[in-house]
């Protein structure tokens, strides 16, 4: 690539700028190759999206010309917007932020290993190649069976909890969890309400009582779905009905039916994604499945986890964590 751009300088009189594509995963790659050799114009694309497999992502390329080669291509207060930029352009074309991104991917800063998160602890740049503040990202710390008790400190320092020298019983908890079939790697919500349940006082804000979910075809019509909770909120029970599209949609529908009255901050809580999992395929249908909610309250996200043999009650542990865990929040602050 430098080479070509060197080349074309001879001969042109007008300034040389590259437009790359992606289809040998080195868009970004070619496009600083060829401002090192002289080109003054970059194109490229939010995200690195376009046809085929993509072009040059401008949310790796800038950081990196800016940061890695030091050259002025925005402001250090729009650098810092980077991250917002790329997932607010994400929702609006509806299509799921990238995790593992470079610079502005929610893994981009993500540390799991015990040495890692001890490394990061007592130097950042030991693990990371700059700062997650420059482009607006954050250092997010992982736990899952691999971690040791450091990374459940460092998480609970940053989510203000105090662990009060329990953290080998939670260590150990989430690796009996985890061989359940529980992955809170993937789940971060659901382990912030582990750490945050273990705070002396602490109450449930809502309890579910039952849960009772009906899917029937009436008069060869369109399969009906119906989901009946009984919740109990301090000393009041409350027992709704509602329709959905599927099991799932109609427990969310009953659930915000009986919360949303106690908590209004519940009627800004959206579900955003919902993923399954069978974890053992050979056991056909008696396989144990994982359920994983992803829900929002603004630009915030989070995600829960739910496992049993039962996909209903998969999906009920994984809502009730979804929708107490924003309710627990707000009572901290």
Not at 43 to 61: D, F, H, I, K, P
Not at 77 to 95: F, G, H, P
Not at 228 to 246: L, M, N, P, Q
Request: aromatic share 4%.
């Amino acid at each position: 690539m430098a080479e070509i751009v060197r080349e074309a300088k001879k001969v042109l009189t007008v300034p040389v700028g590259i437009h790359a594509h992606n289809d040998s995963d080195l868009a970004v790659a070619n496009s600083l190759a060829a401002v090192q050799a002289g080109c003054t114009m970059v194109q490229g694309t939010l995200n690195g999206w376009g046809e085929r497999c993509g072009n040059a992502n401008l949310m790796s390329v800038i950081p990196a010309l800016q940061l890695k080669l030091g050259l002025d291509c925005i402001s250090e207060q729009n650098l810092e917007r980077l991250t917002e930029v790329s997932r607010t352009a994400s929702e609006i074309a509806n299509l799921r932020p990238r995790a593992h991104a470079p610079y502005v991917g929610a893994s981009a800063f993500a540390h799991k290993a015990g040495a890692h998160v001890a490394a990061v602890a007592r130097s950042p740049i030991t693990f990371e190649h700059i700062p997650p503040e420059k482009v607006g990202n954050g250092r997010r710390i992982v736990v899952s069976e691999l971690s040791g008790r450091g990374n459940i400190r460092v998480r609970a320092a940053e989510l203000g909890v105090e662990l009060r020298g329990n953290e080998a019983d939670l260590v150990a908890r989430i690796k009996e969890l985890e061989n359940q079939g529980y992955q809170f790697e993937a789940a971060d919500g659901s382990l912030e309400l582990m750490l945050r349940r273990t705070q002396p006082g602490y109450s449930e804000p809502f309890e579910v009582l039952d849960v009772v979910v009906i899917s029937q075809r009436r008069s060869s019509k369109d399969m009906f779905v119906e989901a009946t909770v009984k919740i109990k909120v301090r000393d009041e029970v409350s027992h709704v009905v509602a329709e959905g599209s599927g099991p799932v949609d109609a427990m969310d529908h009953a659930f915000h039916k009986a919360l949303d009255h106690h908590f209004p901050l519940l009627r800004q809580i959206h579900l955003c994604d919902f993923k399954v999992r069978i974890l053992d395929p050979e056991s056909a249908t008696a396989a144990i499945t994982r359920v994983l909610v992803e829900s929002s309250l603004g630009s915030d996200r989070w995600s829960t986890i739910g496992v049993s043999q039962n996909i209903i009650e998969a999906s009920c542990e994984a809502l009730k964590d979804a929708l107490e865990l924003p309710l627990v929040r707000a009572a901290k602050t």
